[in-house]
């Protein structure tokens, strides 16, 4: 009976007194909405929270990356600068004894290399490396070499000042002159000078400089390129195809005399 009774008394308590149902029914929305407006107001709380370290750590992460980044592009800059000491040393050791300690080489089958563009002198030997331009010597020499040790070694031959070479005979340098700054047009024979400039200097990145070269160096480099031994320059291969022997020697005795 007690239980029925405990049941019960609400029921008759509200039947009797509407007004206080009411009133109960209002209370109980009134906690539950403010359980709501606590429950809410804490999740926002600390979502704000949650938001605010997110910034945070968001920022101090690409602060970190930014720093990274910075000091990771100095070394590369730092490793990737020409070293002018370490080029003299791998120079002298590799080098010199063909090409001369200052890069003017005494031989005149052996290239001058002082004062030629840094960029062509990497090239070559990195295809003298790879195998593209054949030369057992200079293939085995450049195979101990890493691209580094290329680059000092460019850098440091171009801070050299190149010997000045003559012409020797007069009646080939005539013919020499007149081939090297106008080509010869019935031929389709392209002037020399458009690409390595009037004066024999060249353009850096792109075409290696000439003035005062061995006159035999420059024979056998047209010679090769005639007859398709050396193949790392197309447009050096169709050029010297149409040259023959006595223009070869004109044009490399006028090279030689170029200041």
């Known amino acids: 009976?007690?239980?029925?009774?405990?049941?019960?008394?609400?029921?008759?308590?509200?039947?009797?007194?509407?007004?206080?149902?009411?009133?109960?029914r209002?209370?109980?929305?009134?906690?539950?909405?403010?359980?709501?407006?606590?429950?809410?107001?804490a999740t926002y709380h600390l979502f704000?929270?949650?938001m605010k370290l997110f910034a945070t750590l968001l920022t101090a992460t690409l602060l970190l990356a930014s720093v990274?980044?910075?000091q990771a592009n100095e070394a590369a800059t730092a490793a990737a600068k020409p070293d002018l000491a370490k080029g003299e040393a791998s120079y002298a050791a590799a080098c010199a004894a063909?090409?001369?300690a200052d890069g003017n080489s005494a031989v005149t089958v052996n290239p001058k290399l002082a004062q030629q563009h840094p960029e062509y002198i990497v090239k070559q030997l990195q295809e003298f490396?790879?195998?593209?331009?054949?030369?057992?010597?200079?293939?085995?020499?450049?195979?101990a070499l890493s691209e580094q040790d290329m680059k000092n070694i460019a850098a440091w031959l171009s801070t050299k000042t190149a010997k000045k070479g003559f012409a020797?005979?007069?009646?080939?340098?005539?013919?020499?002159?007149?081939?090297?700054?106008?080509?010869i047009a019935d031929r389709q024979i392209a002037a020399c000078s458009g690409c390595h400039t009037p004066t024999g200097a060249g353009i850096a990145s792109q075409y290696p400089r000439l003035a005062g070269q061995h006159a035999d160096y420059a024979v056998a480099q047209l010679t090769s390129f005639r007859d398709g031994v050396r193949k790392n320059n197309a447009q050096m291969s169709q050029?010297?195809?149409?040259?023959?022997?006595?223009?070869?020697?004109?044009?490399?005795?006028?090279?030689?005399?170029?200041?």
């Open 129 to 143: 490396k790879s195998g593209k331009r054949a030369n057992a010597i200079m293939m085995g020499m450049s195979a």
């Open 168 to 183: 020797k005979d007069k009646e080939l340098v005539t013919l020499g002159e007149r081939i090297y700054r106008g080509g």
């Open 239 to 259: 050029v010297a195809a149409k040259l023959n022997d006595r223009e070869i020697k004109a044009v490399a005795d006028y090279i030689a005399g170029l200041r």
């Open 26 to 41: 209002r209370d109980s929305y009134s906690i539950v909405e403010s359980r709501v407006f606590l429950t809410d107001f």
């Open 48 to 50: 704000g929270l949650f």
């Open 1 to 24: 009976m007690t239980g029925v009774q405990t049941c019960a008394l609400p029921i008759w308590r509200y039947a009797t007194n509407p007004m206080r149902a009411s009133r109960d």
């Open 68 to 70: 990274f980044s910075a």
């Open 98 to 100: 063909c090409h001369g």
